[in-house]
């Protein structure tokens, strides 16, 4: 019997069972097993960067090396960002107007780092099995909830637990199993993403512009090329996805407006319809979510990965201490102190971002207009900026230990 089941090994669910593996919660390591169906292996040295990437904050950096798993990624193909610039397409790329947060400006060496999914997925799922986890390559087909246990079905036969959390992201089974609804918004945009090359050096910055019709990000990638994700509203995101490549650069170096000078596309387009995802409820008696299976949220800040490695440095801590005290780490009192700090953290941020999206890249009217205007403000307002940049270091709210 393990303590801990996690159904989905994603970069989420890997970290959780890396975290408690290694007894990085605060308790005794704690056996563990993780379902993954399709785990990844890890890109090889000389393989080109792949185009699905994330934007790492500091906060899961520190997490990350908890896990046991950092100083395995951090290297050649892993890119540091020191600055980003964000502007609105009503001004031009290179005016005072652009909000610009410089890691110098807090005494940071960068303000986080873009990963590829792959890396960082198969990276955790290593350091789990090091720590003395299981991977189980299976998929969940049921659940059933007992007194003193939970019993896990899986397509390669079952398996017990004490407590069993779901990690099986935004159309998480285990969500569904556990009765645990979500309400869910379409943004009525897709999000394309590919990795480009520019004429002119990405200089290790992640550059935002917000348009009346979406979002264009350029995140830097180790090789000197950029990963780009462009949120689109859904008509428009259609019409690039079929374009052929010379007429989307085209059409990308117009939605830029050649911040980076022209752009050619060096990998396949990918696209992601956007839904905005809240789970009801985190925790149940012997279930909890974590990451996409609890929140999915709008790409635009790059948030979603690290909000999810927060859940399982918080839930991780909340088991851990729970065990520690000997109590039952599937006890709904455990869980619920989770949920709570999680539920209101997480609610924060996507209201944030969805307040982003319809006043900067939907928006109309004076308060849209104001909006836009304070992108300016901010960079005369050292405080203020010193405050976004602390955000976007993931270092401000209620931390768990193992990312402080
Ligand atoms: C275009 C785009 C750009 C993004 N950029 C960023 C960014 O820059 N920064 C950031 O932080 N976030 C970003 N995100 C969000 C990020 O990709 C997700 O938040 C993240 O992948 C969630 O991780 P997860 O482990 O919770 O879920 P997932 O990555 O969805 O992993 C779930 C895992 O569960 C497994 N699984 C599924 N069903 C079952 C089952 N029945 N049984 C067992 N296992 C199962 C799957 O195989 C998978 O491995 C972006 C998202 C999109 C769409």
Not at 27 to 40: F, S
Not at 111 to 118: D, K, S
Not at 141 to 153: E, H, M, S
């Amino acid at each position: 019997m393990y303590e801990v089941v996690v159904v989905g090994g994603g970069p989420v669910g890997a970290c959780l069972g890396a975290l408690l593996a290694r007894g990085a919660g605060g308790a005794r390591p704690l056996p563990v097993a993780v379902l993954e169906p399709q785990p990844p292996a890890a890109p090889a040295a000389d393989a080109p960067l792949e185009a699905r990437v994330v934007a790492l904050s500091r906060a899961s950096e520190r997490l990350l090396a908890a896990a046991g798993a950092w100083s395995a990624m951090a290297g050649a193909r892993v890119c540091p960002y020191e600055r980003m610039r964000i502007w609105h397409e009503g001004i031009a790329p290179d005016s005072d107007g652009v909000l610009t947060f410089d890691a110098a400006e807090v005494g940071e060496p960068n303000l986080g780092y873009i990963v590829e999914n792959r890396l960082l997925q198969a990276a955790l799922l290593a350091a789990l099995v090091q720590a003395g986890g299981h991977v189980e390559r299976a998929a969940l087909t049921g659940l059933q909830i007992g007194a003193a246990g939970v019993t896990v079905r899986t397509t390669a036969g079952e398996l017990s637990a004490r407590l069993v959390v779901g990690a099986d992201g935004a159309r998480s089974a285990l969500r569904e199993h556990a009765g645990l609804g979500a309400d869910t918004r379409g943004y009525g945009q897709t999000a394309i993403v590919a990795t480009v090359a520019t004429a002119r050096p990405h200089r290790s910055t992640a550059w935002q512009r917000f348009m009346r019709d979406g979002t264009l990000a350029f995140l830097p990638l180790a090789d000197g090329s950029c990963s780009i994700v462009w949120s689109a509203d859904e008509a428009l995101a259609a019409r690039l996805a079929a374009l052929e490549p010379a007429a989307f650069a085209a059409e990308l170096d117009r939605a830029s407006d050649l911040a980076l000078g022209a752009t050619r596309l060096v990998s396949a387009r990918a696209s992601f319809p956007l839904t905005r995802l809240a789970a009801r409820h985190y925790v149940a008696e012997r279930v909890a979510l974590v990451g996409d299976a609890a929140h999915v949220v709008h790409p635009l800040a790059g948030q979603g990965v690290n909000l999810g490695l927060l859940d399982a440095a918080a839930l991780a801590q909340q088991v851990g201490e729970g065990v520690a005290r000997g109590e039952d780490p599937g006890a709904l009192a455990v869980l619920r102190a989770y949920e709570r700090w999680r539920k209101s953290e997480v609610a924060l941020m996507s209201t944030a971002i969805d307040a982003f999206d319809s006043l900067l890249a939907h928006g109309a009217g004076p308060v849209a207009q104001l909006a836009r205007r304070g992108l300016g403000w901010v960079n005369r307002a050292p405080e203020l900026q010193r405050l976004f940049i602390r955000r976007a270091l993931g270092v401000s709210g209620e931390l768990p230990r193992a990312a402080r």
